[in-house]
């Protein structure tokens, strides 16, 4: 049986899409079979992290209402054993059937060893659809006060919930400007009340890989945010790989 990983945040723009992206290339690379899936409905841009804008992708609801089997998925030219859904573009999160899609999810785990979601920002019925069935919560903040206390928000709507398995990557580390404001990892973790599972440079090539729409693990392998989004698969397989910060 595959693992559900959700990739969350609480406040927007924080870098899910291009996480997401990025560790289920890396994923698929290492030789896992992955679905990847956008469940940010209505405002839908996984494709472009994934260099996946030229193809007619199915949504996952043309496959949980049983109009295509889940095989129809887009395999990913680059990356063989990476498949793909997009988010159906014209309704809303509160629109999707719970039940049907707890179903199509259970059957992806059947079918891939990591499935992974791309949330949409906020804390409504999108975060609750992808948190609902995850079996390990990825939350992604950067070290700026307001995406801190909405990380720790979800933390705590997702302790609620039940979930232990919640872990953060902090994304957009940039040392001289944490110097210069006086801020830590550490002090990011503990006002998020949450362990790390990653921390990811700010790099200019995550958002140069998307404008050229190249997965980034294409566009640059060694870049900074590339290597920190194999390590963060890695540890996400269970391997032992640690997490170098000051
Ligand atoms: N490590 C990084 N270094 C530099 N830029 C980054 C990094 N991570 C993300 N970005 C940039 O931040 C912007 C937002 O990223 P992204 O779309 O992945 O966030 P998101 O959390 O998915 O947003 P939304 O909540 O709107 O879905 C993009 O322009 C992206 O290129
Ligand atoms: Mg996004």
Do not use: W
């Amino acid at each position: 049986m595959g693992k559900l990983v959700a990739v969350l945040s609480g406040k927007g723009g924080t870098g899910k899409t291009s996480l997401c992206a990025g560790i289920a290339s890396a994923l698929a690379q290492s030789g896992e079979r992955v679905l990847c899936i956008d469940c940010d409905i209505g405002l839908r841009n996984l494709d472009i992290s994934l260099g996946l804008t030229d193809y007619c992708a199915l949504t996952f609801a043309d496959v949980y209402s049983g109009s295509y089997p889940l095989n129809k998925a887009t395999q990913h030219p680059e990356f063989s054993n990476l498949f793909f859904l997009t988010a159906p573009a014209n309704c809303s999160a509160a629109d999707i059937d719970g039940e049907k899609f707890s179903a199509f999810l259970e059957e992806a785990k059947k079918q891939f060893q990591f499935v992974l979601l791309d949330a949409p920002a906020g804390i409504e019925a999108g975060f609750q659809l992808c948190a609902r069935q995850a079996d390990q919560i990825i939350l992604v903040t950067s070290a700026d006060p307001a995406s801190v206390r909405d990380a720790a928000r979800a933390g705590e709507l997702l302790e609620k919930m039940g979930k232990t398995q919640v872990r953060v990557i902090v994304n957009r580390v940039n040392e001289k400007l944490y110097r210069a404001v006086r801020v830590t990892i550490d002090d990011v973790m503990d006002r998020a009340g949450l362990p790390l599972i990653g921390i990811v440079e700010d790099d200019p090539d995550v958002t140069l890989s998307a404008a050229f729409e190249t997965p980034l693990l294409c566009y640059n392998k060694r870049s900074a945010a590339a290597k920190a989004c194999k390590r963060i698969a890695k540890r996400i397989q269970g391997f032992p790989e640690p997490i170098p910060y000051k």
